[in-house]
């Protein structure tokens, strides 16, 4: 004590001050629950963060002007009964055409993908309009021998564009 009282330094008497030896198991113990809860904070940080890159939302749907679809389908609608009249389509071709019409029409109505689907697609994917139009058509346009009407197949797609919401 001598060397410190003659470098200037006073040892002063703490009797109320303990070393953290005194208090082991619970500074111990302190410790290690914040390093556990530490590393919860980090793992679940990890675990729950977003992995690769991330896609933006897609963007808000067009609206659609239904009016000038209508006309615009309607017209192609006459196209294959002008092409069906010039002696260029069968009845056969003409459903084909009819029902290929009507499929890009719902297409673009809807935003449903029509005109790649069967006859129970187009039943499961809500569109009955256009369901009972195809309807129509298949047996003209799957099998030879089958009763053609080609004035009811142009009404019948006349009438589902028309009557189209």
């Known amino acids: 004590m001598r060397a410190a009282?003659?470098?200037g330094l006073a040892m002063l008497p703490a009797p109320d001050t303990y070393g953290p030896f005194g208090y082991w198991p619970w500074w111990v113990l302190g410790a290690s629950a914040l390093l556990v809860v530490i590393a919860l904070y980090a793992f679940s940080w990890l675990w729950t963060r977003p992995r690769g890159i991330l896609t933006p939302p897609p963007p808000p749907p067009?609206?659609?002007d239904v009016r000038s679809v209508k006309q615009k389908y309607l017209g192609m609608i006459d196209e294959v009964v002008a092409e069906h009249e010039a002696g260029e389509l069968d009845p056969r071709e003409l459903s084909q055409r009819l029902s290929m019409v009507?499929?890009?029409f719902a297409h673009e109505?809807?935003?449903v993908v029509a005109e790649v689907m069967t006859l129970r697609d187009l039943g499961e994917a809500d569109?009955?309009?256009v369901e009972g139009a195809?309807?129509?058509y298949y047996p003209s346009s799957f099998r030879r021998a089958a009763k053609h009407d080609p004035d009811a197949a142009i009404a019948s797609a006349r009438q589902v564009v028309a009557t189209w919401m």
């Open 5 to 7: 009282e003659a470098a």
């Open 134 to 136: 195809v309807s129509q």
């Open 127 to 129: 569109l009955p309009s």
């Open 102 to 104: 009507l499929r890009f």
């Open 62 to 64: 067009v609206p659609i």
């Open 109 to 111: 109505s809807t935003g």
